[in-house]
């Protein structure tokens, strides 16, 4: 049973098109986490939620906007594709705010 | 500069070799990540640690809270080792920042 799920895996689609990914964890975590992954492989902390409010919104453009519908679910949509936007993007979840995180695969989105 | 500095960036090593990772960073931390990205992709919690020494079979993970500084150690390497190692530690009452972490290739 995986711990923190990603939908889908891979994405490819035009510039200028809105696209979601979904994220859910069945570890009963209150903390969950979007981070980014450039193409040199560093990871950035996008957003943070805890139990469902936005704690950390980080110089993401508004393009991106992250959405908790309950506590287990963190979805990110993208509106209006950019070449830049190409990336993977990771969903994590903690128990607490600055516990131990455990991450979903990972969603390779391919902007063309 | 990042906040979080690893060394070295690349890593080869024999099978069987005792490997050290660094991490050091300039923030204050509640504390420090090591983690692991296998070649797939996935990305795994090795440690968080805040003071002292932690081992988990033949890794082991130190913190200096004074020096800010920690090392992963993997002693006996093997093969199924290489992967890339990213510390990444969690500022006061913030977020967690990234190394840009370290890739080792361990050759039998």
């Known amino acids: 049973d995986t711990a923190v799920s990603q939908t889908p895996k891979y994405l490819v689609t035009q510039m200028g098109n809105d696209k979601s990914i979904k994220c859910e964890q069945n570890l009963g975590h209150d903390t969950m986490y979007w981070y980014k992954q450039d193409s040199k492989k560093f990871l950035k902390i996008m957003f943070s939620?805890?139990?469902?409010?936005?704690?950390i919104n980080e110089t993401v453009p508004n393009r991106f906007s992250p959405k908790s519908p309950d506590k287990a679910h963190l979805n990110l949509h993208i509106n209006s594709l950019e070449l830049g936007d190409s990336a993977v993007y990771f969903c994590?979840?903690?128990?607490?705010?600055?516990?131990?995180?455990?991450f979903g695969p990972g969603t390779r989105l391919t902007v063309l | 500069k990042n906040e979080v500095e690893q060394s070295p960036q690349n890593l080869t090593a024999q099978e069987g070799e005792f490997i050290t990772i660094n991490c050091s960073y300039s923030v204050g931390i509640s504390a420090l990540h090591w983690l692991q990205q296998h070649p797939g992709g996935g990305i795994v919690s090795l440690f968080m640690?805040?003071?002292g020494k932690k081992k988990h079979g033949r890794l082991i993970a130190t913190i200096n809270i004074q020096e800010k500084h920690s090392s992963l150690h993997i002693t006996a390497s093997h093969p199924r080792d290489s992967a890339v190692y990213i510390c990444?530690?969690?500022?006061?009452?913030?977020?967690?920042?990234f190394g840009a972490g370290t890739i080792l290739r361990v050759k039998s």
């Open positions: 994590a979840s903690s128990q607490d705010f600055s516990g131990e995180q455990f």
């Open positions: 939620y805890n139990n469902k409010e936005l704690i």
């Open positions: 990444a530690v969690f500022e006061y009452g913030n977020k967690l920042v």
């Open positions: 640690l805040s003071s």
